[in-house]
Structures are given as structure tokens and as C-alpha cells.
């Protein structure tokens, strides 16, 4: 396995990242001999056929992106070339991710539907140049006729039929008179070229079915490599901006442009993103879905920009990090991690502090008078004076994280534990004085503890020092709330390529049977009507965002990604 991968530690936070970028160099270089009147205009292309996921993100920031940055234009445009895969709610959530990215096509949406008359005159246009013929060879003798990567193909018996004949046949395929898969409409190119796509490549074939645009007007429909291209040029796109598996179609694309006299786009192959630990092709994400592996496209395990959304991710790390990764000429892996790093630098910057357990453990402070509420100033951003403070609510009874308590510590354990003394987030300082138990399991249910009232706000008058803070909710205050906890959605995979389209092993059986534990918390009061999709910081735990379907009666959190939690690691490394 080979890895381009970009280490998130060796990011370095004071150079602003300016990752090299060969489509920028072109462009320049364009612009400086004017090449196209000095116009940048690009478009992405999705085929709407399954939601967006991170490494459209990639394209997307690319072509809008550039097209900013040079004052140029980038259109959104749907290749819906094919009538059988493709919905309304494709459409409908593409548009919505990109504008949740942050890009604006403005007036300028296409689909590449609109262009199906153009496209029919232009495939009549080549047929009387002697440039294209109708073939009666089904798809499987097309596929034998084709030959191998070492020897050329046979023509087509068909490939001689006179213009008067194929204008015939070609009119009779559009007015429905045979049947599906019965004849195509073929490019007269070269069966000897070395390149496939050259080999007579099919331009139309036969399907009776409805387009979710143009309901029942075709019963013929143009390949996508017959269209890509055409639609291009028809925007007058100057640099169509694509993924590396078409650069040996390139020469199909230039050869349709020159051989009708259109608008030529210059097209430029880049790296597909590729990801640690993650699938990122259509067909794996739809079978994801379809087999209820998970909730839907919008999970929050999946890798679609609509799930990484609704677990928490901002447009602001999904560009910075497409900003970092760069383009190149050869296919890699990015380690998810370098995601994750880009995400956690945005979301300290921006989000909220709050304290919420996750895993609840209830502390009875002795000595605190039974009737006293205290409002805790807590600090809303320490990365942004202006977030200001807010009101925590103390009193009597608390909950603190489970795991912040051991009856027994390990060494190197400096939490709460019998006769330890620790400090309370924006409180006191509390030292346990006892446990209790459940008399059937011996499980510790609630601690008990003292604190001390001279330490207001978590400091001692006497200067003396506790190795820990940890976090807590006023157990008459708290709101419960539903943590979900994501972990990956795979576990890992060393045997990953480059060309994950291609890789035909069973991606279900990697499936991570832990990718999501459900518990049940307490969230200090302050987040009770935070609109969905609010991300904050639950202090000490992770970057948490409101799902989706929370209400003020029913809270639901998802974790977005954790802190880098450095007890974890020692306790590894100390086994
Ligand atoms: P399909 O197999 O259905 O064609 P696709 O992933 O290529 O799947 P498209 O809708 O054709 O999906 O993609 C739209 C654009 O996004 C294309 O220009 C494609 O090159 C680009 N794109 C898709 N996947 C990636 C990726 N992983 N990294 C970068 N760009 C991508
Ligand atoms: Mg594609």
C-alpha cells in the first residue's frame, strides 16, 4: 500500500497552508497568454445518482475555489445522463451540501438533460460526416468485437451502412421502434487505436424508460462520455477539472469537440481523494443504506458531506482541509486523522463550553447546605474573550463522569478517589470521604464527599495544589440528554488501495460492530433550546453538536470527535 499521507502533526500552525496546486500553475500560465480571453470559468459535475460525500468535497472546493479566486464563474451542473438511477431527492440534497460548503452557482444550474436535443442533432450532424453509424451488435458481441489492451478489435459488420440508412435507423431508434439494448448509435473512430475509448465507443443506446426530467420524451438517451464533454463546451467551461480515471477519455472528448467545430474546454486530471479507514464510492455508500447498515445517508458514521454535517463537521474544516490536501497526478490515501486535526482547530476556535457527563455517577457534597444554589461564572470560549460567561448552577447533589472516580486508583490516577482532594470546574475543591454501594452487586452507586467553602471559584487560599479538575452537573439542575458516541464505521483496513473502485473485496464484513454506544447524560441547563446543529464543547469529553431530530423534552447529542485525551495514551503505554 502506497500512502501520500499528509501527517497532522507535521501541519504547522503559523504558515498559512499554500499546498501546491498544478491546476492554479495551468491557470496562470492561461491567463497569462490568454488563452481563453483571459476567462476562467469551471462547473462540478455531479451525476445525480447518491448524496455528496467528502471527496466531492474535494471537487467542489476545487472548482469553486479556483473559479473565485481568478474571478471566474463555476456553474452546478447534473450529468443525468442515465434515467434509471437517478432521483429528484439526489438533486435536491447535492444542491443543498454545496451551498452548506459554501459555494454559490448563482443563476448558473444546469443538467446536462437540457442539452438531450442539442446532443441529438450534433449525433445527426457526425452521422452524415460519416463520423458515427447504428450497430446491430448487442452489448455482449460489442464487448467481444472490442479486442484486448495487445490486440486491436474486429469492426463492426455494421459499420459501413450508408449515411442515407443510419439516419433512417438512428430516427426509428428515437421514435421507439425497437426494443432496449437492440441497436446503438457508434462513433466511427479507430478499432486498432490503442486506447479502448477510441474503439467505436457507443453514443446512444435504446431505454424505454422515464428521465426524471424529461419524463417520457426519449427512449434513446446519449452515453455520459458522449455528453460530458458537448455539455462542457455548450458552457463555454474553459478548464474542466475532473478525476484522474478520465484522462483516457480525454482524447474521446477532444475528438467529439473538433469533430462537431464546438467550444474546446481544456481538461485537467487530478487525484481522487481517498481516505484511511472509509468508503467512499457511491455504490458502496448506497449499499450502506440500502441494507440498513446505517440510518441513512445522513448517519452521522458516514463519510457524505450530509452525515459528517449532522455529526458536526463545519464547512470550515471540510475547505481547510481540502485547502491542505492539495491536488496531484497520482492517486493516494489520506489519513482521516489529518480530517479530524482540521476539524478540532475549527471547532476550538468557534465552539461553546459546556459541562455535560456522559456517563453519569452521582456525588452527594456533605457539608453544602441542603437548600443552596450557587451560580458558577463558567467561561463560554477561552479562545474567544468576546463569547463571554454564562451561569453554572451548583448544589448539593452532582453528577461527575463515571470514569472520574476509582475506588481503587492506578498509579498516575489523579482523580477523584477515597480521602484525594480534586477540583470542581468554576466550583470548589472537594475531597471523598466514602463510597456507597449496591449491597447486591457491590457496584459503587454514589460518592460522598466534603468540600471545603474557602475555595469559591477553585482556588485555595492557602495555595495548596490538586493534580485534577474535573467536570460536573447540579443533579437538581441537569437536563438528561442522549449521547450518542461514534466511533469508526470500519474497522481498520491494511490491506486498502488507491483504486477502491476496484476493490472487489466484501467492505460489509469490516463493518465495526461498536460504530455507535448510546448513553444517557446530564448537560448543564444552558443548552436547552441550542437549535439543532449547535456544536459545543462538552469540557473534557469531545466536540458534541444537537442532532437533528433533538427537542427541548428529548435532547440528543452527537459526539462530532473527541479531545485528544492524553490519560488514554498513558494508560496504554503503562498497559
Ligand atoms: P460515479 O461512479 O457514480 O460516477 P463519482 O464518485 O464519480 O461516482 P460523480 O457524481 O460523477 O460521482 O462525481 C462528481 C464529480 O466529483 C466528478 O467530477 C468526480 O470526478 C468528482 N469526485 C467524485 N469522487 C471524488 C473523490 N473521491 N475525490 C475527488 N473528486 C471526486
Ligand atoms: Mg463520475
Known sequence: ????????????????????????????????TGKYGGRVHTRFPPEPNGYLHIGHAKSICLNFGLAQEFGGKCNLRFDDTNPCKEETEYVESIMEDVRWLGFDWEDRLFYASDYFDQLYEWAIQLIKAGKAYVCDLTAEQIRQYRGTPTEPGKESPYRNRSVEENLDLFERMRKGEFPDGSRTLRSKIDMASPNFNMRDPVMYRILHADHHRTGSKWCIYPMYDFTHGESDSIEGITHSICTLEFEDHRPLYDWYVEQLGIHHPQQIEFDRLNLTNTVLSKRKLLQLVEQGHVAGWDDPRMPTLSGIRRRGYSPEAIRNFCGRIGVSKTNGIIEYSLLEHCLREDLNLRSARVMAVVDPIRVVIENYPDDLVEEMDAVNNPEDPAAGTRKAPFSKVIYIEREDFRENPPKQYYRLSPGREVRLRYAYLITCTSVVKDPATGEVVEVRCTYDPATRGGNAPDGRKVKSTIHWVSAAHGLDFEARLYNELFLP???????????????????????????????????????????????????FCVDKDSTPEKLIFNRTVGLKDTWAKLEKKSG
Not at 502506497?2 to 491567463?31: C, H, M, W, Y
Not at 469490516?510 to 433550546?529: A, M
Open 1 to 32: 500500500m502506497s500512502t501520500n499521507a499528509v501527517d497532522a502533526g507535521s501541519v504547522s500552525k503559523q504558515e498559512p497552508p499554500r499546498p501546491s496546486n498544478f491546476i492554479r500553475d495551468i491557470i496562470l500560465d492561461d491567463l497569462k
Open 493 to 543: 483496513d491494511d490491506k486498502a488501495t488507491e483504486d477502491e473502485e476496484n476493490d472487489t473485496r466484501d467492505f460489509t464484513a469490516r463493518l465495526n460492530p461498536n460504530s455507535l454506544e448510546v448513553k444517557q447524560g446530564k448537560i448543564e441547563p444552558s443548552v436547552q433550546t441550542a437549535a439543532p446543529l449547535t456544536r459545543y464543547q462538552f469540557e473534557r469529553v469531545g466536540y
